[in-house]
T-cell receptor, first 115, second 112 residues
Framework: AQSVTQLDSQVPVFEEAPVELRCNYS??????LFWYVQYPNQGLQLLLK??????LVKGINGFEAEFNKSQTSFHLRKPSVHISDTAEYFC?????????????FGTGTRLTIIP | DAGVTQSPTHLIKTRGQQVTLRCSPI?????VSWYQQVLGQGPQFIFQ???????GRGNFPDRFSARQFPNYSSELNVNALLLGDSALYLC???????????FGPGTRLTVT
């Protein structure tokens, strides 16, 4: 069975500083990896995804993530954060066997930007 | 284009009651998935439907059921509500099974 671990439940960062949100996964088969953002009282919005190919994935709002198969990690990074990045971030994994594309989510990381 | 829509937005029910939540996918999308997000946790997969057939089911009791209609909209039913069913219920749609899932704003269910 697949699982996702987000190592930090809360991350405070000063505005314009860089940030890394950590994600590790466990699966016995090939996976697809995703990062979603959730603003207060809203649904989930896809930031970026890794399906195959280049291990460095660029997403919306200046975020990027790197897939590391040997370390089973998919950490999210942004070189300079803004107040508007304050939100909950979820890492998710989907096993790449066609027929059931359920997403397994981590417990989330709350990113707080300090002015 | 309209995104995924869910109704109602908020709902308050009493223990033991039954509830039906509704989801309309993005036009042209044939797959709908349901997730439960308890406060402070990540979403948990409940069901996935594709072309009106159940294609996946998470680790939820039989009190939870769902269906998908010919127009690809979907309903999630929960019977014999428990306090622990209080959560944000999210619906997601995708064009095909292997495509990106787009999430709706969710239905906030409170069981008292």
């Amino acid at each position: 069975a697949q699982s996702v671990t987000q190592l930090d439940s809360q991350v405070p960062v000063f505005e314009e500083a860089p940030v890394e949100l950590r994600c590790n996964y466990s699966s016995s088969v090939s996976v697809y990896l995703f990062w979603y953002v959730q603003y207060p009282n809203q649904g989930l919005q896809l930031l970026l995804k890794y399906l195959s190919g280049s291990t460095l994935v660029k997403g919306i709002n200046g975020f990027e993530a790197e897939f590391n198969k040997s370390q089973t990690s998919f950490h999210l990074r942004k070189p300079s954060v803004h107040i508007s990045d304050t939100a909950e971030y979820f890492c998710a994994v989907s096993e790449s066997n066609f027929g059931n594309e359920k997403l397994t989510f981590g417990t989330g990381t709350r990113l707080t930007i300090i002015p | 284009d309209a995104g995924v829509t869910q109704s109602p937005t908020h709902l308050i029910k009493t223990r033991g009651q039954q509830v039906t939540l509704r989801c309309s996918p993005i036009s042209g999308h044939k797959s709908v998935s349901w997730y439960q997000q308890v406060l402070g946790q990540g979403p948990q997969f409940i069901f996935q439907y594709y072309e009106k057939e159940e294609r996946g089911r998470g680790n939820f009791p039989d009190r939870f059921s769902a269906r998908q209609f010919p127009n690809y909209s979907s309903e999630l039913n929960v019977n014999a509500l428990l306090l622990g069913d209080s959560a944000l219920y999210l619906c997601a749609s995708s064009f095909r099974l292997a495509d990106e899932q787009y999430f709706g704003p969710g239905t906030r269910l409170t069981v008292t």
